[in-house]
């Protein structure tokens, strides 16, 4: 059971002015936080509504095996229609940390055809190149030991990652004896086996490291890699059990907004403050919620705003929108003649025993693992031999058809359809996964779809503002996107009945029927095996051009106002096809350096800036 919170200290923040205020204490906040506050010269406050947890379900691996929903927020989405009218948990860290302290610890990368595609959107400088160096900069990698390559044929390429960043990325000192047998069968389907998916080439089965502390086989993340070693500086202050519900703006007749500080609520006394930003307010609340502080502030389509009881300040429909995910079915297998030890070993209380004592003795065992270290993400060639027609099909779609209400704005249709052109691309191609395969000892096959068409959004609760916003995914809105996951279950079955896997002799328990695409998805939904999530919520302020709905340019600055940016997984403009969290500290970093140097520039005399004659 996890331990109650540690409140910490109350600084003495109500009514002061920071250099940079940074909402959300999560992966994103912490990891600029500690960055803008280097060299001790300008000014950070972080406020985070959760607090500080140190005990064992945030530190050991074997806990990210389960869901620490004592650390996350409790919101359960909208109803979707096309999952069978079923609401499903919407997954967000609400610790300091964020998402990086109760995550699945996976530490992955997409192909560079994903981050291109980023660019592609008028993204200058956010393509692989651009991001490459700050996937190194955040990370310190150790390689798997002899014992661990000879023992599981592990393979990685060091020189994609880097040598002494704040999160550490290793392998475990274990793993199960039949990953080997599994990963026979992906080696005899000759799908493509990079060396090292961290190169940019990240199609195949591959090996993956996880965030993992190697010395000490504990999580590495966010809070202990960018917050822990630079707590004490003086500039630097993280305020937690607070509730950020407005950002503050200060409007000139030509200078129109510009964000001054933010309001919060502690959740302590329900009392509020105002705090104080000379130079920006960094937004970091993760995807879910920056858009609905957004709204809340003034800034949102202007139907959910009035609905909601908010002064609209611009209507601006792109916040909340383009919300995507990786929606998945969690197929099962009953597996006969599992080796032991197997994931289920720990159910015996002998073993389980043994297991804690290893850990503790030596830090090796099952207990050092998460979610293993072993991924297959395939093109949609490799998946279904339907994809020439697929991918015609997405082309000559109207767009607008498989779309919610709120693309009726031009924008961000023009938004969409550009995203749906490039979409088309990758998905002809065979440099870039249309689908993962997660690959685990026992019967679980999980096929994740990486690249959905449906669109979601994030909107405020009309009846409670304040509340939890409504998540609406919009899972499987278009129809291709299921078609897609139909043909991933076949490509599972197929998968299962492999002559390298005869030794489970499996049979498919969920969903257990199907043969055609509507049963199939029927029985998904009867099984409730179909999840609208992988907790990789992105994109409810996408960074994009104006004209394709963005809401922040590449300088992460949002449009129509002054000084506000946004660093967290919402500005993420497509879903690339991995797992979010090394990503989200590559962007974290990068936009560290952006924030830092346009803030580092002389400061114009103030006369000639209310004239805007810089601008
Ligand atoms: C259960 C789960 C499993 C995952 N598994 C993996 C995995 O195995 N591998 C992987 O790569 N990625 C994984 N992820 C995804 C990854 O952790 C996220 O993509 C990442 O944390 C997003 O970073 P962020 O900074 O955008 O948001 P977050 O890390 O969620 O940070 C946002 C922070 O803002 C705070 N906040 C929100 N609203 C307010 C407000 N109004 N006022 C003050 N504070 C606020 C929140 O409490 C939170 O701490 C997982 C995520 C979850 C939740």
Redesign the pocket.
Known sequence: TPKQPIPGSEPDIAGKTFDYIV???????LTVANRLSEGSRQSVLV????YLVDDVSTQVPSY?NS??KAL??NITSAPNVNIGGQAKPV??????????V???????RASSADYDAWEQLGNRGWGWNGLLPYFKKSTTFTPPSTENVKAWGTTYDASYYGTNGPIQASFPPFDYPDITTIWAAYKSEGVPLPKEHASGNAVGAYWIPT?LQPKTETRSD?RNGYYDPVKSRSNLILATG????EVLFDRGLLTGYTAKGVQ?VSRKDNSVAQVYASKEVIL???????P??LQLSGFGPKDVLSAAGVQVKQDRPAIGANMQDHPNANMQFDLKNLATPNPFSGQDPAFNASAWAQYYANRTGPITQ??GSSLAFLSLQTVSEKYESIVANIKSQNARTYLPAVYADSKLLAGFIKQRDIIADLHSRTDAAVAEFPMVAFGLAIGALQRPLSRGTVTLNSSNKYGMPVVQWNTFQNPIDRQILVEMVRWLRQHWARPELNKFQPVETVPGTGETDDEIIEALIQTKALEAS?????GSCSMMPEAYGGVVGSDLLMYGVKRLSI????IIPLVPA???????YAV?EKAADIIKGRNSIPTIPSIFNAFNFFA
Request: overall charge negative; glycine content about 18%.
């Open positions: 909402v959300g204490g999560g992966l994103t906040g406020l985070e509504n959760g990210a869901l620490n996350m927020y997954w967000v860290g609400n610790v300091v940390g964020g998402g990086s109760v995550n699945g610890m996976a530490f992955d965030a966010a607070k509730t950020v519900n919060y970091a609340a993760g995807a879910v919620f920056t609905q502080l998460a979610h992988f907790a990789h919520m992105s660093v967290d997984g919402s991995t797992h979010l969290q090394a990503t989200m974290a």
